[in-house]
């Protein structure tokens, strides 16, 4: 490879909202949140070696691009050169986002663009490998909205399609992180059948919502009885904001592990984040609203990616 060859390309990773309610580990959203990594230059010279500027955001604890493009290059086996990179990113760490999940894929993307193109499958394969889970991860990497289903021998079956172009989300972040890890550890191994038969009826009824544009059904479809019940103890607000009743929001749940919560929305966002924002001064506590429009597919697709 030449000296400079990707110099100034940019790698652009969305974050995700994932779970949406009752689609825990399944299902997950793009969002027009970005991470992006821009090569500044290649160094032949070192190869394998990732040098990054983060500016004044240096992120806490494992570097995940490094890792994923580690990972990448472990799998695969081509060598790749060093490079010296910029990182900036619009995604909040540890709000439940999608952060981790964006930089996994952001190193195996720079992998792939230093050797050559991937197939979606191998690349799940490996960041669900290094997430645990693989819903942000097929967000991150495949856009638009996903469901992933893990095999029993570790592959992954993800699908990609377009989210309503309509159906916005208002998202709130609290001044406190909560670990993904720990949010994971609340959640009980063993689901009564009724609790898993009331989640597999709205997570189906979810996804044919957003088909067919019920959007009156999107409220009763995003209830959950796995996660959100075990979670709301440590995620400020949620109880209060699950509860919300206005014509403004169609419906509301947790952002993957929390602690943001997102309103789904059609129009009205002001009102919808007075309402939210409302939850959070009565609480005492900093917060940050976003309006967010999904981030679109890269493939769209109903069968194996």
């Known amino acids: 490879m030449q000296t400079g060859a990707h110099a100034h390309e940019t790698i652009l990773v969305p974050g995700s909202i994932s779970n949406l309610g009752p689609g825990f580990d399944a299902l997950s959203v793009a969002v027009g949140l970005y991470l ?19 500016g004044s955001s240096t992120p806490p604890g494992e570097n995940r691009i490094l890792t ?21 990113s619009d995604i909040p760490m540890r709000a439940g986002l999608g952060s981790s999940a964006a930089a996994t894929v952001a190193g195996l ?50 699908c990609a399609w377009r989210w309503p172009d309509d159906l916005h989300f208002v998202v709130a972040t609290p001044g406190a992180e909560l670990e993904t890890a720990f949010a994971r550890t609340v959640v009980p191994r063993l689901i009564p059948l009724e609790n898993a038969v009331f989640n597999l009826q709205r997570a189906l009824l979810l996804v044919r919502a957003l088909e067919t544009g019920q959007y009156e059904h999107l ?11 075990a979670r709301a103890a440590y995620v400020p607000g949620l109880a209060d904001a699950l509860a919300l009743d206005h ?11 929390g602690p943001s919560i997102a309103l789904l929305v059609m129009g009205r966002e002001d009102e ?7 939850i959070y001064t009565r609480l005492g506590l900093p917060y940050t609203i976003r309006t967010l429009s999904p981030h679109p597919p890269v493939v769209s697709s109903g069968h194996d990616s």
Not at 36 to 54: C, H, K, N, Q, Y
Not at 247 to 257: T, V, Y
Request: hydrophobic share 40%; glycine share 10%; aromatic share 4%.
């Open 219 to 229: 409220r009763e479809a995003l209830r959950d009885r796995w996660h959100q019940p």
């Open 109 to 158: 993307k720079l992998y792939e663009t230093l050797t050559s193109p991937r197939a979606h499958d191998d690349l799940m394969v490996i960041a669900t490998a290094i997430e645990g889970h693989p819903d942000n991860a097929a967000a991150a990497l495949l856009g638009g909205l996903t469901l992933s289903c893990q095999q029993s021998d570790g592959r992954i079956i993800t």
């Open 247 to 257: 014509p403004s929001i169609l419906g509301a749940c947790l952002s993957g592990a």
């Open 36 to 54: 992006r990594v821009t090569i500044l230059e290649v160094l032949p010279s070192a190869p394998g070696i990732l040098e990054m500027d983060f």
């Open 272 to 278: 919808a984040s007075t309402l939210l924002g409302d």
């Open 68 to 88: 994923g493009f580690r990972r990448a290059r472990e799998h695969f086996g081509d060598p790749a050169p060093g490079l010296r990179l910029e990182v900036q």
